[in-house]
């Protein structure tokens, strides 16, 4: 039985910042995508993967990537997201529209494999890097982090802000988003670790985040850089209102690029 993963919506909040990311993929050379993003909804100790074999967009359905999904079960790590679950998770599917888009011309030449990553510490991140590591080395593999950053004001129960106590609010949600994207370029796990910890951050995808973090690390222990010399940069941020009262709200978005040089 082939089960599908379907609904989106919310991509006139984000969808702009987000094409900049996906506009950096080759889809030439792209055979694989794995997707990471955070669970909304259900509690996970750790990562499941997605137990549908297709999944619905506007343009086309995604085919998913049975054989790598087997490799990833046989590493113990992983467990079933169940379709019910999968179905109310955004995280996932909001990506999905982006990726039929960029690989249009190349339907048929390539497959994904889903992750929904729960709680995860660092110490689980390395673990699961050394899974991970392989697929990102992979040059035909592409890896997909789905996130927003701040969700700022009294709905989300977060008001924190960095710099000068006279600046507009949406500023200081700015730079404390800048904050943690220069600690994420820093391709640093542990540093962004303490960021999230010192700022609480309400960064939805932190996990997903941390996985890739971790799995670069890993890269650069086995390779010792002669594997390529990684670099991760934003490419654009943006922010869905800009906040000026502490009645107001708003969630940040931000686009990056990690690529082998």
């Not at 506009?23 to 030439?28: L, T």
């Not at 054989?67 to 955004?90: C, M, N, P, Q, R």
């Not at 390395?126 to 991970?132: C, M, Q």
Request: aromatic residues 12%; neutral net charge; contains cysteine.
């Amino acid at each position: 039985k082939q089960w599908y993963q379907r609904r989106y919506g919310g991509l006139s909040y984000c969808g702009k910042t987000g094409a900049y990311g996906f506009k950096c993929i080759n889809p030439a050379t792209t055979k694989r995508i794995i997707v990471l993003g955070p669970s909304h909804h259900t509690y996970l100790n750790g990562c499941a993967l997605s137990k549908c074999e297709r999944f619905e967009t506007p343009l086309y359905d995604l085919i998913a990537d049975k054989a790598t999904v087997a490799e990833l079960y046989k590493s113990e790590l992983f467990t079933d997201f169940e379709v019910g679950d999968d179905e109310t998770e955004h995280s996932l599917e909001m990506q999905y529209p982006y990726i039929a888009k960029v690989m249009e011309e190349y339907r048929d030449a390539f497959k994904i494999v889903s992750v929904i990553v729960g709680d995860v510490t660092l110490e689980q991140g390395r673990r699961y890097a050394k899974v991970l590591q392989p697929l990102l080395a992979d040059p035909g593999t592409v890896f997909v982090v789905s996130s927003d950053f701040c969700h700022w004001g009294s709905r989300f129960r977060y008001n924190h802000t960095e710099g000068p106590s006279d600046q507009p609010i949406w500023k200081g949600i700015e730079t404390l988003d800048r904050m943690g994207m220069d600690t994420i370029e820093s391709l640093d796990p542990a540093a962004f670790q303490t960021y999230l910890r010192q700022t609480q951050n309400t960064i939805c995808g932190r996990r997903p985040i941390l996985l890739l973090l971790c799995a670069i690390e890993r890269h650069r222990e086995l390779t010792g850089g002669s594997g390529g010399v990684g670099v991760l940069k934003f490419l654009d941020y943006s922010q869905s209102s800009q906040c000026v009262r502490k009645s107001d709200s708003s969630v940040s978005y931000a686009s990056a690029s990690f690529v082998f040089q």
